[in-house]
């Protein structure tokens, strides 16, 4: 069992900078893969990034290539996603996600947080 707390989201002009953190509890964070979603209004959930359980393997949505980084911090149990360039279209709910089976499905995941919202204006 695994728990997700999301933060540092928040209202940003386009072309602006932010890191979501993404804080786990329990002891198995370190062989989970992980992920990061989002959810706009009227849209379905899409696939923002994802982070094998080494950190050695990562794997971005089209829309976000080359502006967005997922990182993981065993240490801390942590994920971060840096999000750079920021567009208006990047405006959602951010979700963090654990996948414990390692299924290496990008959209597979089995525990997830309560998302943080992420605004980007004009």
């Known amino acids: 069992q695994v728990q997700l707390e999301e933060s540092g989201g928040g209202l940003v002009q386009a072309g602006g900078s932010l890191r979501l953190s993404c804080a786990a509890s329990?002891?198995?964070?370190?062989?989970?893969?992980m992920g990061w979603l989002r959810q706009a209004p009227g849209k379905e959930r899409e696939f923002v990034a994802r982070i094998s359980w080494s950190g050695g393997s990562t794997n971005y949505g089209d829309s976000v290539k080359g502006r967005f980084t997922i990182s993981r911090d065993g240490a801390k149990n942590t994920v971060y996603l840096q999000m750079n360039s920021l567009k208006l279209e990047d405006t959602a709910v951010y979700y963090c996600?654990?996948?414990?089976?390692?299924?290496?499905?990008?959209?597979?995941?089995?525990?997830w947080g309560q998302g943080t919202q992420v605004t980007v204006s004009s």
């Open positions: 996600a654990a996948d414990s089976r390692r299924t290496g499905i990008i959209r597979q995941y089995d525990y």
């Open positions: 329990g002891r198995a964070f370190s062989v989970y893969d």
